[in-house]
């Protein structure tokens, strides 16, 4: 519900559902719920524009995907973070987030035979 507010240009409603999303995820206990939450907190963030509360999310988001050992998550978290950065004119930091060896990103790219990872996130 919150990325069709966010789609809508509702921010404020968006930023109210998916936190009421966020705490209901984290009192279930719902990791992988709770990191595509992040992820739509992080979006709506960045349209409002928002950098600090974007990187904060993808960060929380990331570090999710990465405790539930999901690479395809994992690799579209720092694809989000990456563009981020790019809209941002921080280049470098951009690029960091991408070209690292090893990065899950790669890993995923091995894993799926993908030519690029891209992580399909439900509505939140």
Known sequence: MGSIYTRQGKH?????????AIQLNMDIEEEGELAK???HLAITYEQM????????????????ARAIQNPISE???????????RK????DNSLAYINKPNTSIERSRMQNGYPLA?????DC
């Open 49 to 64: 524009g928002h950098w600090d509360e974007a990187h904060i999310a993808n960060e929380e988001a990331l570090r999710l």
């Open 88 to 91: 941002q004119d921080h280049f």
């Open 118 to 122: 891209y992580a399909i996130w439900g």
């Open 37 to 39: 939450c992040y992820v």
């Open 75 to 85: 690799a579209g978290v720092l694809l989000n973070l990456a563009n981020l950065h």
């Open 12 to 20: 404020q409603k968006a930023l109210d559902v998916l936190h009421q």
